[in-house]
């Protein structure tokens, strides 16, 4: 399976900017094959960064080890500023990167779906899933998710504190999401929740 005859969004953004074998890549990655599957926005996230990283090592820049990933950050994250992200985009303009080219190639995950399913002919029946597998998915999405609040609500309070716009000294940040059950009334940590596949008093 390779794709190289498909003119949709990812196809052309293959071909342009020559991302040989990630039609493979993306299906492994969204059936799971060998691995943890991963959600179409996973797989749009990875595959724009792919296309920015293929697109700046054209330009002879050797990017460092997770620099795609906070370039790619930069130029598309909502917690980014207008003025952070223009600078981003001056630098790689400076370097040579197409950044206007880059970031129209960008795909959404709609567009990855119609790819796999309508270009590939890749289906993924979620409903066939044992339980357990489908809990586990969707537990580390939530833990995924902590992450990123944990890493935004640092970052910002930093800032903050960095400008003396905020008085604190040396701070941690805990993100835990509990789940009330109405029926009983026990709270549970979410992922204890679905380790053991819901409340007790459901037994």
């Given at each position: 399976m390779t794709g190289t005859d498909c003119q949709c969004k990812v196809g052309r953004g293959v071909?342009?900017?020559?991302?040989?074998?990630?039609?493979?890549?993306?299906?492994?990655?969204?059936?799971?094959?060998?691995?943890?599957?991963?959600?179409?926005?996973?797989?749009?996230?990875?595959?724009?960064?792919?296309?920015?990283?293929?697109?700046?090592?054209?330009?002879?820049?050797?990017?460092?080890?997770?620099?795609?990933?906070?370039?790619?950050?930069?130029?598309?994250?909502?917690?980014?500023?207008?003025?952070?992200?223009?600078?981003?985009?001056?630098?790689?303009?400076?370097?040579?990167?197409?950044?206007?080219?880059?970031?129209?190639?960008?795909?959404?995950?709609?567009?990855?779906?119609?790819?796999?399913?309508?270009?590939?002919?890749?289906?993924?029946?979620?409903?066939?899933?044992?339980?357990?597998?489908?809990r586990r998915a969707d537990r580390d999405r939530i833990r995924a998710l902590q992450s990123r609040t944990e890493a935004v609500t640092t970052d910002a309070l930093e800032r903050l504190r960095d400008s003396e716009a905020l008085a604190l000294a040396d701070f941690d940040v805990l993100v835990d999401v509990t789940v009330l059950c109405d029926e009983c009334g026990r709270q549970h940590d979410v992922g204890s929740l679905l380790d053991r596949g819901g409340c007790d008093c459901q037994e």
């Open positions: 071909e342009d900017f020559g991302l040989d074998g990630i039609h493979d890549d993306l299906v492994r990655r969204w059936c799971g094959d060998g691995r943890e599957r991963q959600s179409l926005r996973e797989l749009a996230t990875y595959f724009n960064r792919r296309l920015l990283g293929s697109a700046v090592e054209s330009a002879d820049e050797a990017p460092l080890s997770g620099e795609v990933s906070n370039l790619y950050r930069l130029l598309t994250d909502d917690d980014v500023s207008s003025g952070v992200r223009t600078q981003t985009r001056r630098r790689l303009e400076t370097a040579g990167v197409p950044v206007e080219a880059v970031e129209s190639a960008f795909v959404s995950h709609q567009t990855v779906h119609t790819h796999l399913t309508e270009c590939l002919g890749v289906s993924r029946e979620t409903e066939a899933d044992d339980p357990e597998s489908r």
